[in-house]
């Protein structure tokens, strides 16, 4: 399975930024699928997951209300969009493609992306 996450950039905090994560190897639509962070110095964290067809999503209580998570299954990609960005979003953003059809946190995450750096200036 590769995963391969892109979007990452600089921007100002309030605004907005749209993660890709494409996927092959694997049958997409068979699965969950989710973003997690990390900052530096702290521990991966989850952000969001999404059922295997999108009717389910879950968000941690920090970016909840700014960001959304979807899918598109024919194009085999995942997306977070995240609005009124704030600092303490600055993390590696990675995909991640879970081992069931459903999730509700990082665990069971099977497959990892590379990541993508979002950084949120002041």
């Known amino acids: 399975v590769q995963l391969q996450a892109s979007g990452g950039g600089l921007v100002q905090a309030g605004g907005s930024l749209r993660l890709s994560c494409a996927a092959s190897?694997?049958?997409?639509?068979?699965?969950?699928m989710g973003w997690l962070r990390q900052a530096p110095g702290k521990e991966r964290e989850f952000v969001a997951v999404i059922s295997w067809s999108g009717g389910m999503t879950v968000y941690a209580d920090s970016v909840k209300g700014r960001f959304t998570i979807s899918r598109d299954n024919a194009k085999n990609t995942v997306y977070l969009q995240m609005n009124s960005l704030k600092p303490e979003d600055t993390a590696v953003y990675y995909c991640g493609q879970y081992s069931g059809k459903y999730a509700y946190t990082g665990e069971s995450v099977r497959y990892w992306g590379q990541g993508t750096q979002v950084t949120v200036s002041s």
């Open positions: 190897g694997r049958t997409f639509s068979s699965y969950a």
